[in-house]
């Protein structure tokens, strides 16, 4: 059975960083796809980064260059380091995990099968 748990949310300034983490159980990482996602009031999820097999990751164009994805293997647990915060980063952020590997389409939802319960991150001065 796959679970994830997602931690790290919080209220920070402009600038800001914050460290999320997604707690798996049931995934082998070094296999596996885990993305993050998030979900402004009133807006649609949108994928932010994701991290698949071995080396592979992606990042939307919105957080490339802030956001860093990266991954514990023996801790079982997908980081999402997130820097020089801007308001329009927040969200409610997920992260979602799938057997499979989406190099066409990594960023839409329908493709993961499992999902954490979300940690808000809020963006504000």
């Known amino acids: 059975q796959v679970q994830l748990v997602e931690s790290g949310g919080g209220s920070v300034q402009p600038g800001g960083s914050l460290r999320l983490s997604c707690a798996t159980s049931?995934?082998?990482?070094?296999?596996?796809?885990v993305v993050w996602f998030r979900q402004a009031p009133g807006k649609e999820r949108e994928a932010v980064s994701g991290?698949?097999?071995?080396?592979?990751?992606y990042y939307s164009d919105s957080v490339k260059g802030r956001f860093t994805i990266s991954k514990d293997n023996a801790k079982k647990t997908v980081y999402l380091q997130m820097d020089s915060l801007e308001p329009e980063d927040t969200a409610v952020y997920y992260c979602?995990?799938?057997?499979?590997?989406?190099?066409?389409?990594?960023?839409?939802?329908?493709?993961?099968?499992?999902w954490g319960q979300g940690t808000q991150v809020t963006v504000s001065s």
């Open positions: 049931g995934l082998t990482l070094d296999r596996d796809s």
């Open positions: 991290i698949f097999g071995l080396i592979d990751s």
């Open positions: 979602a995990a799938s057997r499979r590997f989406f190099p066409v389409g990594w960023d839409r939802a329908d493709h993961y099968d499992y």
